[in-house]
């Protein structure tokens, strides 16, 4: 079956700039989580949905970063006035429930000039 | 909170050679173990876990890891490499009841022909 699909692949913005990626998980996977991974380092956690709200935000750098998920299915995380720090590549992973393996998507690359 | 420590970040090992990642982790509370491997442009696929049960773990691809409780550690092994086991893997945890991954920078894993 499909698996997790991230679109897009990558994404060059200028920075200041406002970007959306979007991550489509597995069908009937309730649970959805957003990392990002910077060059050389492992995926650091960002968000955590559970269904349609977000169980765990804890790990969004600031208030720049949003995520939204209004239908339990794609979700859609959002940066405002992108900063070239915030390049890395962005990790969406879905699991059947919370306590299930998370499969992860191939990622999409954001790269800010 | 938790952490995971990967001391190698790079093992060159010769093709049909046994090989050892290492992987140390600390938690204040119970947690599950994963290893996770991430083959050049592809996403992360996971390779093994522990829950619970039995300390050694067999994963795909002939992987297998142990579960150390007192020396808090969940090193992964394989008795012979193969040139397409050239991938990055990465030592992750989470603790029981909270869902999100702590990942450890990773080992860059060269098999040598």
């Known amino acids: 079956g499909a698996g997790v699909s991230q679109t897009p692949s990558n994404k060059v913005t200028e920075k200041g700039k406002y970007v959306e990626l979007r991550c489509d998980p597995i069908s009937g996977h309730t649970a959805l989580y957003w990392y990002r991974q910077s060059l050389g380092q492992g995926p650091e956690f960002l968000i955590y949905f559970q269904g349609t709200g977000a169980a765990d935000d804890s790990g969004l750098p600031n208030d720049r970063f949003f995520a939204v998920r209004p239908e339990g299915s794609v979700s859609t995380l959002k940066i405002q006035r992108t900063e070239r720090g915030d390049s890395a590549v962005y990790l969406c992973?879905?699991?059947?429930?919370?306590?299930?393996?998370?499969?992860f998507g191939p990622g999409t690359r954001l790269t800010v000039l | 909170a938790q952490s995971v420590t990967q001391l190698d970040s790079q093992v060159p090992v010769f093709e049909e050679a046994p090989v050892e990642l290492r992987c140390n982790y600390s938690s204040s509370v119970s947690v599950y173990l994963f290893w996770y491997v991430q083959y050049p442009n592809q996403g992360l696929q996971l390779l093994l876990k522990?829950?619970?049960?039995?300390?050694l773990v067999k994963g795909i691809n002939g992987f297998e890891a142990e579960f150390n409780k007192s020396q808090t550690s969940f090193h992964l092994r394989k008795p012979s490499v193969h040139i397409s086991d050239t991938a990055e893997y990465f030592c992750a945890v989470s603790e029981r009841g909270n869902e999100k991954l702590t990942f450890g920078t990773g080992t860059r894993l060269t098999i040598i022909p």
């Open positions: 992973a879905s699991s059947l429930t919370r306590t299930n393996e998370q499969f």
């Open positions: 522990y829950l619970s049960g039995s300390t």
